[in-house]
């Protein structure tokens, strides 16, 4: 759960070749000197690139150490990705279970582009603002992670920018990294959620899941199944993990 006096952390743009190229130095498959040269084409000052790596180590290249277990099991699942859409996954999985902050931007944007499939920029930020409180870095950052999430594939921005549109969800069809998609919504949760409702998450918004969720996450070795009473039942992270 965020506390009290939440920190933002996630406070820069992140481009997803960025990630990818961090997700194939992580697996082995690049170097991290060719992941420095592409942050030096970018054009990023020194104190930028510095920013920018903190932000790359927490995601793929060094995370947490609770995080470890989970991060590895995603460059396993998604390091020979060759569509963007598979490196958006990882890096919209590691984003939410790192990043409470990038969790709720997502969230937010979700529900508010749910029903017409699309919202302003102001109310993102309003809902930001009561969250977070008044901070002069709150317009900055949640400007930031929606901008990733553009660069992501999730949304686009319209009407000069004052807009955000949701964008056709993508399709995931592996089982292993649906499951791997859940986990990371109820790491950013931090609590169980209904089976019932996984398919609408609002922080999964630019996913969508065809299989029988029931049975993914049955077939899972991170996630259980709890119920309570014969028709509601929740998805848990397994205690061993």
Request: aromatic share 8%; charged share 20%.
């Amino acid at each position: 759960m965020i506390s009290t006096a939440p920190q933002i952390g996630f406070d820069r743009f992140i481009q997803l070749d960025w990630v990818a190229a961090a997700l194939k130095v992580r697996a082995g498959m690049a170097s991290l000197d060719e992941l420095n040269e592409m942050l030096d084409a970018a054009g990023l000052g020194n104190e930028a690139k510095i920013k920018t790596h903190t932000k790359l180590n927490a995601l793929v290249l060094e995370p947490r150490s609770e995080l470890v277990e989970f991060i590895d099991r995603g460059i396993g699942l998604f390091s020979d990705a060759k569509p963007q859409q598979d490196a958006a996954c990882f890096a919209w999985g590691a984003a939410l279970a790192t990043y409470p902050y990038f969790g709720k931007v997502a969230e937010f944007t979700g529900r508010l582009t749910a029903m017409q499939g699309d919202c302003s920029m102001p109310e993102v930020h309003r809902r930001m603002s009561e969250l977070y409180g008044e901070r002069g870095n709150i317009k900055t950052a949640t400007r930031a992670v929606i901008q990733t999430q553009v660069d992501w594939g999730a949304i686009r921005r319209v009407t000069k920018g004052n807009r955000i549109e949701r964008l056709a969800p993508k399709p995931v069809a592996d089982p292993m990294k649906v499951s791997w998609l859940i986990e990371a919504a109820l790491r950013y949760h931090g609590k169980t959620m209904a089976l019932a409702t996984l398919q609408s998450t609002a922080a999964l918004y630019p996913f969508s899941f065809d299989q029988p969720l029931g049975y993914v996450v049955s077939k899972s070795p991170a996630l259980e199944l709890q119920s309570a009473g014969p028709s509601n039942q929740f998805v848990a992270l397994r205690s061993a993990l």
